[in-house]
């Protein structure tokens, strides 16, 4: 097919975050950009910068289940502390719902936010100084928030992202850390509760590859996912799928 240029600008070279909802059949929209989130409600015909209507929010990351409805993690009301905002119209007013306690890093870091529909989600504070990361749960749409767990990791391993297919299971892909100290993918079945950790050097794929941590994952149902590797040698990333569940997985590209 062909594609259109609907929006475009500039970004700062050390933007990293990226990421992109619409719903179909809605013409609602975000876009995530860096720290900045856009919003559209023609389409993507045109694009206004979202107003979180609070003093000192920094945006990390975040995700809908409906259109118009959109939960935010994010930093503030300090770098210590981390914050979830919830919108029901499409991003025009947005309420604070939940802040962490005060951590000991410099900034407040997160993975991410999930939620599988209107009541069931988590989200992740990580504490890098004391390497510490802390998964948080809801039942009641964000009303009331508590930690689950509290040893997700922070640093050296790296987690980069949160997963949930249902209720009760759940990834975090861990990328490597320097030293070097390999990644692995953590595994839940009780909700996020407890995880099981498989190492990277247990996974073998086709190539010669070495794996040393992995940088995203998605699943589709319980059984069927893909996860992003990062390699040693010419070979810098692979795709991997697996088909039961993560018990085995191979390599589908390259």
């Not at 930093?75 to 991003?91: C, E, F, K």
């Not at 069927?224 to 697996?242: A, D, H, Q, V, Y």
């Amino acid at each position: 097919g062909t594609w259109t240029i609907q929006w475009q600008g500039k970004m700062q070279a050390e933007t990293t975050k990226l990421d992109l909802k619409f719903f179909p059949g809605s013409p609602d929209g975000f876009a995530q950009i860096g720290s900045s989130l856009y919003v559209t409600h023609d389409g993507g015909k045109d694009w206004r910068p979202a107003s979180f209507g609070t003093d000192n929010f920094t945006l990390l990351n975040m995700c809908f289940t409906a259109p118009g409805t959109v939960w935010v993690v994010g930093i503030g009301p300090d770098n210590h502390v981390a914050a979830v905002l919830h919108t029901t119209d499409g991003g025009e007013t947005w309420e604070r719902q939940f802040s962490t306690h005060e951590m000991s890093t410099d900034v407040i870091q997160s993975i991410g936010i999930e939620f599988l529909n209107d009541r069931i989600g988590w989200f992740t504070a990580l504490d890098t100084n004391k390497r510490i990361g802390e998964l948080y749960h809801t039942d009641d749409g964000g009303l009331n928030w508590e930690i689950i767990n509290d040893s997700i990791g922070a640093v050296r391993p790296y987690p980069r992202e949160i997963d949930f297919i249902s209720e009760q299971v759940g990834w975090i892909p861990v990328d490597c850390g320097v030293g070097p100290v390999d990644g692995g993918l953590k595994y839940t079945c009780d909700g996020g509760e407890i995880f099981n950790y498989t190492e990277a050097a247990d996974i073998s794929i086709d190539s010669a590859q070495k794996i040393l941590g992995f940088t995203e994952i998605n699943f589709t149902t319980e059984q069927i996912g893909w996860t992003i590797t990062r390699n040693s040698g010419s070979i810098e990333n692979s795709l991997l799928k697996t088909e039961d569940g993560g018990g085995t997985w191979k390599q589908v590209w390259p």
